[in-house]
């Protein structure tokens, strides 16, 4: 499962460019390449509801990189990234362990 985004002090520009790194949770595991097509149709139906643009996207096998682009007057990246997990970690097959206590 990917991890919530740290707290860091963001400064929410409309419209602004953001670079994200995103960790899973077990570093070991390979989830994010073992089921890119999910993460790929995850990210996809969250950009048709909730509009960006992709400047860079590097998937690897416990983290990605992306740099996007909000739409002008728009700077809440923090739902993108939540229907982003929420669709790819509910969309995982069932057997896949989401979470150390699980």
């Not at 590097?58 to 990189?65: F, K, N, S």
């Not at 996007?68 to 057997?95: C, N, V, Y």
Request: charge should be positive.
């Amino acid at each position: 499962m990917l991890l919530p985004i740290p707290n860091y002090r963001r400064a929410f520009i409309p419209g602004g460019c953001w670079f994200f790194t995103v960790n899973l949770l077990e570093r070991r595991k390979t989830v994010l390449v073992d089921h890119v097509a999910i993460l790929r149709e995850a990210v996809a139906i969250t950009r048709r509801d909730h509009p960006f643009t992709i400047d860079a996207f590097v998937v690897l096998p416990d983290h990605l990189h992306a740099i996007w682009q909000l739409p002008p007057g728009d700077h809440d990246f923090s739902t993108r990234w939540r229907l982003i997990k929420t669709r790819f970690a509910r969309a995982l097959p069932k057997e896949e362990r989401l979470s150390e206590r699980l």
